[in-house]
T-cell receptor, first 116, second 109 residues
């Protein structure tokens, strides 16, 4: 299957700082990328959907000014957690979908964010 | 609203067979996925069903009945490494994945 690379795998940051997470599709063009958040023992919660070259669509309750998503190319999307707080500590996972394979989504490895 | 139901936790014995059920109510249907997720890791794809019936892939099989809004994942010859959470997800009419809460499978020797 297709490969999606997410970086970093884990990060610890101080409250008030910003953290950027990258999601790259390595061997296909990802027309759509999804960002999820997963708290311990809970399922994935979709945060936003981004299409290359356009603004991301955020799910209800997700602050777009706090979670900045950029999908500037067909192989790269970034999620920036701005002014991070301890309650933002979570597992963030991206997935990418290729236009011609609309029913498949491939996941990155996930990023464990801890805000101290 | 959209809803995916699956049991929270199941326990099975190494070498045995286990069936994890999933029922769904969604706005449209473009397929049902099963993913495996080990603790601290991202989900990995197991199976995709869009037509009724059974899809077999090695030790894992997945079944779908669209009229009943029902699917199951069957795991045979269980191994300790199969201990994980199993997530059922349905793709709706907008090609969005609707996720179940996951079933934690515990394998005992």
């Amino acid at each position: 299957g297709a490969v999606v690379s997410q970086h970093p795998s884990w990060v610890i940051c101080k409250s008030g700082t910003s953290v950027k997470i990258e999601c790259r599709s390595l061997d296909f063009q990802a027309t759509t990328m999804f960002w999820y958040r997963q708290f311990p023992k809970q399922s994935l919660m979709l945060m936003a959907t981004s299409n290359e070259g356009s603004k991301a669509t955020y799910e209800q309750g997700v602050e777009k000014d706090k979670f900045l998503i950029n999908h500037a190319s067909l192989t790269l999307s970034t999620l920036t957690v701005t002014s991070a707080h301890p309650e933002d500590s979570s597992f963030y996972i991206c997935s990418a979908r290729e236009e011609d394979r609309a029913t498949e989504a491939f996941f990155g490895q996930g990023t464990r964010l801890t805000v101290v | 609203g959209q809803n995916i139901d699956q049991p929270t936790e199941m326990t099975a014995t190494e070498g045995a067979i286990v069936q994890i059920n999933c029922t769904y109510q969604t706005s449209g249907f473009n397929g049902l996925f099963w993913y495996q997720q080990h603790a601290g890791e991202a989900p990995t794809f197991l199976s995709y069903n869009v037509l009724d019936g059974l899809e077999e892939k090695g030790r894992f099989s997945s079944f779908l009945s669209r009229s009943k809004g029902y699917s199951y994942l069957l795991l045979k010859e269980l191994q300790m490494k199969d201990s994980a959470s199993y997530l059922c997800a349905v793709m709706d009419s907008n090609y969005q994945l609707i996720w179940g809460a996951g079933t934690k499978l515990i394998i005992k020797p």
